[in-house]
């Protein structure tokens, strides 16, 4: 008899277990489906570039050098 409970105990606890993580599944799921429909901000669009570009500077300038002009 003793056998028979703790077989039932533990079917009963892996059952309730199982359950317990597919609602978390479940949840979740819902949860992210939500959050899908309620964010306008998820599709991809293209920035907005600028229609010129300020000049570059493509002088070398050698890390041991001082930043800034010296007389």
């Keep these: 008899m003793e056998r ?3 077989k039932f105990l533990a079917w009963t606890f892996a059952l309730g277990l199982g359950l317990g993580l597919l609602g978390l599944l479940v949840a979740t799921g819902e949860s992210i489906r939500q959050a899908e429909i309620a ?4 599709e991809a669009v293209e920035p907005e570039l600028p229609l010129h570009h300020p000049p570059a500077d493509n002088t070398y300038h ?9 007389p």
Excluded: E, K, Q, V
Excluded at 39 to 42: C, G, L, N, R
Excluded at 62 to 70: D, F, N, Q, R, V
């Design 4 to 6: 028979f409970g703790r």
């Design 39 to 42: 964010s306008p901000f998820t």
């Design 62 to 70: 050698h890390p041991g050098l001082a930043g800034w002009m010296t």
